[in-house]
């Protein structure tokens, strides 16, 4: 019983972060249209043992592996969710292992299906990070 509370946990977890995250991005105004720049709500799932880890392709061909997610649907009858992959990058835009030096989140168009019944935690990052502007670095010299 007490893992059913932890499922159903998670699940209203992400069904709050999804509900956020909409309202974030102003969808489901009226009257409001004005864009603020954020619609992601980056976060990561974990369980007993480790973070959920996925990789997927750049649209220039590049692979990369990643720890953080975008929600983007929720089945809370079945308890699974649509996650897409967020490619971390460094401040020259360059991709970046997990939690290294991260500076911005780059949004790509690969997608995951997951149960959640396997993870007891979720940790939410800012989204200012969802496709930051890299700085223009000057040459020193």
């Known amino acids: 019983m007490g893992n059913h509370q932890l499922e159903s946990c998670i699940c209203e977890d992400l069904q709050q972060l999804l509900e956020e995250q909409k309202r974030l991005a102003f969808e489901d105004f009226r009257f409001v ?7 992601t709500i980056p976060f990561i799932l974990s369980n007993d043992k480790n973070q959920l880890e996925a ?12 720890t953080i997610f975008r ?14 992959l967020l490619e971390p990058v460094d401040m020259d835009g360059c991709p970046v ?17 997951v149960d959640l019944q396997c993870f007891c ?12 502007q890299l700085p223009i670095i000057e040459p020193k010299c």
């Open 33 to 39: 249209c004005e864009k603020i720049g954020y619609d």
């Open 55 to 66: 990789w997927g392709w750049t649209e220039k061909g590049c692979f990369f592996t990643t």
């Open 71 to 84: 929600l983007e649907a929720l089945d809370e009858r079945a308890c699974c969710a649509t996650l897409s």
């Open 97 to 113: 292992e997990m939690c290294e030096n991260i500076f911005a989140l780059r949004k790509t168009l690969n997608c995951i299906i």
């Open 121 to 132: 935690s979720i940790q939410p990052l800012s989204p200012k990070l969802v496709n930051r």
